[in-house]
């Protein structure tokens, strides 16, 4: 985060799409995949900078690159004006959808109501408000696969986060496209991508299936058949031996890349989602064949096809927790252990990962290793030598802490937040999410050593004092 501020346009305060050839702000890259990782580490490790410069980015960024109602244009640095001369509809729907799927719509995940939202809110409105796709089932912003299915994950969740039907209706109307036409992603499409700027339609198709199965059963019922169609002929022939996926596949021969995707993670979460509903275990144990066999074929390689990048580490390992967090694997939790260690030794001296967009990612796979390995609490204030870990004992969770020099504040224990900030009716695994692991109900009573509290208390914050190098131990039941 200091690394990528070191270098914001002195100007507006904002951060360039990538260090070298790239002097401009964008929504599908500086805003979607950098600075929100900025404004989550900003809210676990420093709250004036959170409140004060994070925000303030919000502002400018709104204030300055809104060219269609609140859909974002690129900003150029060097003429402080649009980088693109014309207004180009598509282009701006692809920065809108990418800032939301993959930046706002994380942060609302942990934080709830907030300005982010409300960003968030708006770019969408305006997205479906320029829809101007003619197709059998109504109006649709794009045909860019990528971007509906950004739509699709956005909507789905916005459906619960708002109330409001509207979204779930603009969903359905990209799931109709999609599992009800002539455009199925297997039986209509003779090439078939399973990476990033393709995978999302995967998931995000699962995301319609949980908010059909509980506020539209009859749609629910119409998408069964070829949804599962669609995830059957992945794992006929999209897999490797060890069940991880490969980038691309020929869906009519069956012909596929050699290449594996560092995104098996988030088609696998699409998968286990329909099992969640419906009970279908192959696509159960298809997961867990995958998580099983991290640690013996790919410690050492665990980007993938993009082993040598850290953002391809990032994508692999974040895929591996969230459903880590649903099917608890010992061997898989040891490769998450190791190949983080190779992810991080990417990192320069300045905090900058490799200059480009993707370094966001690094934060944001660190932040999720991190609460998992705190079992998502977290400690306010911040600082680099308070360090804290916590396990999981059957129904107890025992929390250590120790610090270099003496400290007082908060311990705050996580929140059920798929419900308190989403409103979701499952918690189920979906790219753009921290998972939740020890949660505390509000009106439940908990003991922690000596001392009892009610969930609501540890969720807002329970003082602790350290003294310099003596460890501390807490069992929470």
Request: one cysteine or more; proline letters at 4%.
């Amino acid at each position: 985060m200091d690394g990528w501020l070191a270098h914001a346009d002195p100007k507006t305060g904002l951060i360039p799409r990538n260090l070298r050839g790239s002097n401009y702000w964008n929504g599908r890259d500086a805003a979607a995949d950098n600075y929100p990782f900025m404004v989550l580490t900003a809210a676990m490790t420093d709250r004036a900078l959170f409140e004060g410069r994070m925000l303030q980015m919000l502002r400018t960024e709104i204030k300055l690159t809104c060219r269609v109602d609140r859909l974002p244009e690129d900003w150029s640095f060097t003429t402080q004006s649009w980088r693109r001369e014309k207004v180009n509809l598509d282009a701006l729907i692809f920065e809108g959808a990418e800032y939301v799927k993959d930046g706002l719509l994380y942060i609302a995940e942990w934080l709830g109501p907030s300005p982010w939202s409300e960003r968030m809110i708006g770019i969408i409105d305006d997205i479906w408000k320029n829809a101007t796709i003619e197709t059998p089932f109504g109006k649709i912003p794009t045909l860019n696969f990528e971007v509906n299915g950004d739509l699709l994950q956005a909507c789905s969740r916005l459906y619960w986060f708002t109330g409001d039907r509207k979204y779930l209706d603009w969903a359905i109307r990209l799931g109709d496209y999609y599992l009800l036409g002539n455009q199925h992603p297997t039986r209509d499409m003779a090439e078939l991508k399973l990476g990033d700027h393709s995978c999302e339609v995967i998931n995000g198709l699962s995301e319609l299936y949980v908010a059909c199965h509980y506020a539209a059963p009859d749609k629910k019922r119409a998408y069964e058949k070829p949804l599962h169609e669609l995830y059957d002929r992945i794992l006929d022939i999209a897999r490797n031996e060890h069940g991880l996926i490969y980038l691309k596949v020929n869906t009519r021969t069956g012909e596929h890349s050699n290449a594996l995707t560092d995104n098996w993670g988030y088609n696998y979460d699409g998968l286990y989602t329909a099992f969640l509903l419906d009970g279908t275990t192959a696509y159960r144990d298809a997961v867990r064949k995958a998580l099983s066999n991290l640690k013996e074929h790919y410690t050492g390689q665990g980007g993938m096809c993009q082993s040598n990048t850290a953002d391809g580490y990032a994508d692999s390992i974040e895929g591996a927790i969230t459903l880590l967090n649903r099917e608890p694997i010992a061997s898989a939790f040891d490769w998450v252990d190791a190949e983080i260690k190779t992810m991080w030794a990417k990192q320069q001296p300045d905090g900058v990962i490799e200059g480009w967009h993707g370094d966001g990612n690094f934060a944001r796979t660190s932040l999720m290793y991190a609460l998992w390995k705190t079992q998502g609490c977290r400690i306010e204030p911040w600082r680099a030598d308070v360090r804290i870990g916590a396990v999981r004992d059957g129904d107890k969770l025992l929390i250590s802490l120790t610090a270099d020099q003496p400290w007082s504040g908060k311990l705050i224990f996580d929140r059920p937040r798929h419900k308190t900030n989403m409103h979701l009716p499952l918690d189920y695994p979906r790219i753009n999410q921290f998972p939740e692991w020890f949660t505390v109900v509000p009106d439940k009573r908990y003991t922690v050593g000596k001392r009892t509290f009610t969930g609501e208390a540890l969720a807002s914050g329970i003082p602790i004092t350290l003294e310099a190098n003596k460890e501390i131990h807490l069992e929470v039941k």
